[in-house]
Nanobody, 116 residues
Framework: QVQLVESGGDLVPPGGSLRLSCVIS????????MGWYRQAPGKQRDLVAT???????KYADSMEGRFTISRDGAKNTMYLQMNSLKPEDTAVYYC??????????WGQGTQVTVSS
């Protein structure tokens, strides 16, 4: 019912910036909140940030101050602006959406690699 497509991942040097995008389609009205998660090799999938239907934002402690989550309702797109990137930020970044019925949707992921 809901489809999520991430883009914007790339290879960047330490200290660089990236802006990830997630386009949502399908039954958009069923979505209560959206967020970004990431998973590094051999690690758990961890929360990066979330934004609710009403615009409330939460960040994981390690991301706040460097990452900014936002959305453009007219374009049905969510963004993650990432600044001051570190090698430990290297991961697959996933777009997530949760429906009013609590069903969770995931995108396919986009690779972010921070390396010299």
């Amino acid at each position: 019912q809901v489809q999520l497509v991430e883009s914007g991942g790339d290879l960047v040097p330490p200290g660089g910036s990236l802006r990830l995008s997630c386009v949502i389609s399908g039954n958009i009205d069923s979505v209560a909140l959206m967020g970004w998660y990431r998973q590094a090799p051999g690690k758990q999938r961890d929360l990066v940030a979330t934004i609710t239907h009403g615009g409330s934002i939460k960040y994981a402690d390690s991301m706040e101050g460097r990452f900014t989550i936002s959305r453009d309702g007219a374009k049905n797109t969510m963004y993650l602006q990432m600044n001051s990137l570190k090698p430990e930020d290297t991961a697959v970044y996933y777009c997530n959406a949760q429906g009013w019925n609590l069903y969770t949707y995931w995108g396919q992921g986009t690779q972010v690699t921070v390396s010299s």
